[in-house]
């Protein structure tokens, strides 16, 4: 936030407020009583479309994939755990990229 600000100084041919990063951090979460929210659970958008429109047919269908998906997912990375710890020449890897994409679909 501090490097947004500068920029934005810069662009506006202003001089920044003097100060350093750890006083703009204070100033910033102490008297403006704001933070940035961190997600405890991942919420895809097909799980929230769903949850307020639970009527639409197409959508129930399309929630029910979802789920069917992410249960076979979770099933198929169970398995290859248990063969990775079971059979040396074979090696699992995984990546949750969703935790750390923070954009809205």
Do not use: G, W
């Amino acid at each position: 936030m501090y490097s947004l600000y500068l920029d934005f100084c810069k662009d506006k041919n202003m001089l920044p407020v003097k100060s350093n990063k750890y006083i703009y951090r204070n100033i910033f979460c102490t008297q403006y009583n704001l933070s940035f929210f961190t997600p405890k659970k991942n919420q895809f958008s097909i799980c929230p479309k769903y949850n307020s429109a639970m009527e639409d047919e197409h959508l129930k269908k399309v929630h029910e994939d979802h789920v069917t998906r992410k249960e076979e997912c979770y099933q198929e990375k169970q398995e290859n755990k248990r063969k990775a710890n079971d059979d040396e020449s074979f090696q699992t890897i995984t990546f949750d990229l969703q935790s750390v994409l923070q954009l809205p679909s």
